[in-house]
């Protein structure tokens, strides 16, 4: 079982950063995959970025390649997302969440275990 908390989110104009953290529980953390989704109200979740068990991969969705970047700290248990040029349509709950296939997935039905998420808003 593993347990995940996102913290990080907030308001942001746009141009600027935030950095999100997902912490997890569990002594498996470093086995997993991990990702990044976001959902936007009236939209559906979309994936935005994931990472391998042991960080050497990592995947981006176009909408943020070259401007967010995931990252993972085995020994903390933490996996990071750094969004750098942040846009109003960046704005939305973003989620972290775990697959045992260790895979940096962008398919949320492969992953297992799920964060309640934190909310960026990026104004104009």
């Known amino acids: 079982q593993v347990q995940l908390k996102e913290s990080g989110g907030g308001l942001v104009q746009a141009g600027g950063s935030l950095r999100l953290s997902c912490a997890a529980s569990?002594?498996?953390?470093?086995?997993?995959?991990m990702g990044w989704f976001r959902q936007a109200p009236g939209k559906e979740r979309e994936s935005v970025a994931a990472?391998?068990?042991?960080?050497?991969?990592?995947s981006y969705a176009d909408s943020v390649k070259g401007r967010f970047t995931i990252s993972r700290d085995n020994a903390k248990n933490t996996v990071y997302l750094q969004m750098n040029s942040l846009k109003p349509e960046d704005t939305a709950v973003y989620y972290c969440?775990?697959?045992?296939?260790?895979?940096?997935?962008?398919?949320?039905?492969?992953?297992?275990?799920w964060g309640q998420g934190t909310q960026v808003t990026v104004s104009s």
């Open positions: 569990g002594r498996t953390f470093s086995t997993y995959g």
């Open positions: 969440a775990a697959t045992n296939r260790g895979i940096p997935s962008m398919t949320a039905s492969q992953y297992n275990y």
């Open positions: 990472i391998s068990w042991g960080g050497r991969t990592t």
